[in-house]
Antibody
């Protein structure tokens, strides 16, 4: 079965750190660019970061630059999001998504989403 | 970059629903659309302005011209009730619209 499964969502205090993981299965992971997207419950979607198939291209949303780090391990079919210096406004469901577009020389689009993992920032 | 969507759209069953997404010179960018039903992850319904992924019904179509991209659902069904999000990529940054809640009543 083709799927993405996120994990690592927890309750964390402001200023703290956590690492989200996303495991892929059912497809050739290193053929794809991967992203993280987040959503405050009841609100819209917000893009977080992109990592190309080989990690050679990495981009972040401005509000995450310098605090979040996206990485991947193709030997483990996994992508990660290290979240540092978290703020209350980082509270959201974080989705791992697959992108067949960017690596093909066109604009990114997301054809596979995980179920999401909830990060709550609270003291 | 900003994308603007109407917060809500209502449509009667069997009628055509139109959801817009506006942005400066949006026609210069590829636009995608995602459907998100309550409690579920988003699903891609349109990519590269007007392409449908496999498994998406033909009643879903998209267009992009000028400053506005449009998602059209012909013969809307009750199962189409959901939030719809548009998305575009510019200058190595992804932008989503605020989302539109489609009500079928």
């Amino acid at each position: 079965e083709v799927r993405l499964v996120e994990s690592g969502g927890v309750v964390v205090e402001p200023g703290g750190s956590l690492r989200l993981s996303c495991g892929a299965s059912g497809f050739t992971f290193n053929d794809y660019t991967m992203h993280w997207v987040r959503q405050v419950p009841g609100k819209g979607l917000e893009w977080v970061a992109l990592i190309s198939w080989d990690g050679g291209s990495i981009y972040y949303a401005d509000s995450m630059k310098g605090r979040f780090i996206i990485s991947r391990d193709n030997s483990r079919d996994s992508v990660y999001l290290q979240m540092n210096s978290v703020k209350n406004e980082d509270t959201a469901v974080y989705f791992c998504v697959r992108d067949p577009g960017y690596g093909s020389g066109t604009s990114p689009y997301f054809d596979l989403w995980g179920q999401g993992t909830l990060v709550s920032v609270s003291s | 970059y900003e994308l603007t969507q109407p917060p809500s759209v209502s449509v009667s069953p069997g009628q055509t629903a139109t959801i817009t997404c506006s942005g400066d010179r949006l026609q210069n960018y590829y636009v995608c659309w995602y459907q998100q039903k309550s409690g579920h992850s988003p699903v891609l319904v349109i990519y590269q302005d007007n392409k449908r992924p496999s498994g998406i019904p033909e009643r879903f179509s998209g267009s992009n011209s000028g400053n506005t991209a449009t998602l059209t659902i012909s013969g809307t069904q009750a199962m189409d009730e959901a939030d719809y999000h548009c998305q575009a990529w510019d200058s190595n940054t992804m932008t989503f619209g605020g989302g539109t809640k489609l009500t079928v009543l």
